[in-house]
């Protein structure tokens, strides 16, 4: 038994109508003028496709690194370290500071030179040797530790570990940019390093469809979340009249401005454990249902958070969010299972955006714009009009073609084409996915392949007649055996489109999201509608002869 009858429900035709036309319905304001699709009213105002830059223009950023805060950063790191390790190793000193560009240890007994030098070159870490970074052979560590003089050792970064680093940071800088600027993946937003005086120090972005306030305030927050136990040993008041203690720091008190919290400088917990951020509200005992940030932990930082609060029951803790200190919340009880709340009289936009943030990771460094400028639409005006100029010829080539080569079932699969490029349209305008140069090659491409799949099943129509079979029996034979060709050719299109989706960028993304859209509903369009217009046709006319 046939699995394709021309029968349809009526359910089945009403749904497989009420899509066709309401895709035309979402697909026209991208097609009639910007100037009537504004004059009509706000609830008239369907979404349009976002262009991308290369056919609307848009923000075009230059940032670069701070390698000189970068440096800083990891002098901090290496000192902080150091003294971790001398006391694992029981080794007393009588101070591990910052002298210029390396880390001075002085030890208090001279004779425990060798055993701390030991233990101190640990904290160096190796830079293989590879061909992609032009290392012709071993590149050594990339910190040098040394021992100068008897009781004194340094620890001083290599060139080639600060290039590395510099590089990391980049690296880490763009997955971060793109997590806050891109976070669904179809703005088609150019994020790329590119070389600067001292080698690749610089972020290109290239934006369309954000304002560049709105790009420069997603990626000019460091977004550097930390949580320090406060120092309660004096008052801030007092740290600023005698002197801040040399294991604490004074930072900016966000919600009482002009005030300032004593912390210690060790970082208990730090979000780079943070797994998710979300809006949410207060939830605290006594809270007012003021808006807040809910972040939750992985299980490294979920252990470390529920010891912490274990061991300080009563100790307040400061939440401190790119050197300010957003709360300073006293410890009730222990906070096991790696959830909490970040609360600060956060406004809506606020609280979304520093979800967002927390969400995307912090930035490894600051960044500051080198290079600003916006891209005129003019050049993509003609991209748009040589892009509409393709996608008719093609069109019109299309259906001239299918018309003269099976007539009424050609113009059947004309209009189950223009169906498919509504369906293309209306999926990226509600789905606010950006439309390019390679989006629209992308729909070209799909033209094909919905006519191509027309095309087997006109084709194993004509050779069902050819066989003497009746002209009912020949269509649903024609639907069927074509059936199982179109599912897998669609299939395998669809997975390489999949395939670029996840691992290219930019605008090859643009043409996978295009191309994805198109294959599915040309499987809605090929198989459904069109054998619905057939089967109407049939039921409407009954004609005793099938001319295809």
Known sequence: MSAFTLHFSRWGAVATILISVASVIFALPNVIPISTYESLPSWAQLPRMPLGLDLRGGTHLLYQIDTTQLKKDWLQSIQTESRRALSEARIAHSGVVIAGNQV???LRDPANTDAALTKLKTLA???????LTGSGGDSGTDLSVQSTQPGVITLEPTQAGVQRRIENAISRSIEVIRRRVDPQGTTEATIQAQGGASGKDRILIQVPGLAPDEVKTRVGTTAKLTFQLV???ISPEEAKDHGVPPDSQLLPDQERPGQFVLVHKEVIVSGDDLVNAYAGYDNRAGGVGERAVDFEFNSRGASAFARVTRDNIGRPFAIILDGKVISAP??????????GQ???????????RLALLLRSGALPAALSIIEERSVGPSLGADSIDAGSIAAAVGFAAVSLFM?????LFGLFSVIALAVNIAIIMACLSLFHATLTMPGIAGIVLTMGVAVDANVLIYERIREELR???GMISAIEAGFDRAYATIIDSHLTALLAALILYAFGSGTVKGFAVTLSFGIVSSLFTAITLTRLMVSTWLRQTRPTVLHI
């Open 342 to 352: 970040i609360t600060g009289n956060f406004g809506v936009e606020e609280t979304n």
């Open 467 to 469: 066989t003497g079979r």
């Open 403 to 407: 018309i003269s080569a099976y007539g």
């Open 330 to 339: 006293v410890i009730r009880s222990e906070i096991p299972g790696g959830r």
């Open 231 to 233: 120092d309660t040993s």
């Open 104 to 106: 001075r240890v002085n």
């Open 125 to 131: 870490q190796p830079l293989s040797s590879s061909l």
